[in-house]
């Protein structure tokens, strides 16, 4: 429980998306869930697979392999939901599989490249190693800014 007080460590989720493996905020995280077929919109973008019912909340599923220029996700009973707060919203994300709890020094928390943000990957927080592993950390707002407009639909209506 010490490492849960310091202030110089972040625990992140970390998750796969065909071969790479991101992490998002511990703090971010509201639920993960398996997959769970969703209801298209009509006119939404491309990476916007639909919504569900969470309890009574309409929660939009992006799936990250589409957001992130992989193609659609095949998806199949393995594929999880991980559903994360941003602000007063929540969303869900279509991921591959959840990997681990991951606790890192931020210290050890390298930049983005500049490279990935001049291809307009601005939603990367950093990257991290974890056990040879190579994480890399998404900025759970910026990956979602430019959806703001339909994602505020949506909290309205829901």
Known sequence: MQEMADHSTRQFISFTVGDEEYGVDIMAIREI?????????????AHMRGVIDLRGAIVPIIDL???????LTEVTPTH??????????????????????????????QPAPDAA??????????IVTVEGRMVVLLDLPSLLERDSDVLANLAVAS
Do not use: Q
Not at 34 to 45: D, R, S
Not at 65 to 71: L, N, T
Not at 117 to 126: D, I, V
């Open 80 to 109: 999880v939901i991980i559903v994360v707060a941003i602000g007063e919203m929540m969303v869900g994300l279509l991921a591959d599989a959840v990997v681990d709890i991951v606790t890192v020094a931020v210290s050890d928390i």
């Open 33 to 45: 869930k398996g997959w769970t077929p969703t209801t298209p919109l009509p006119e939404a973008p």
């Open 117 to 126: 943000h001049g291809g307009g990957a601005n939603y990367l927080s950093g």
């Open 65 to 71: 392999r589409v957001r992130f220029h992989r193609g």
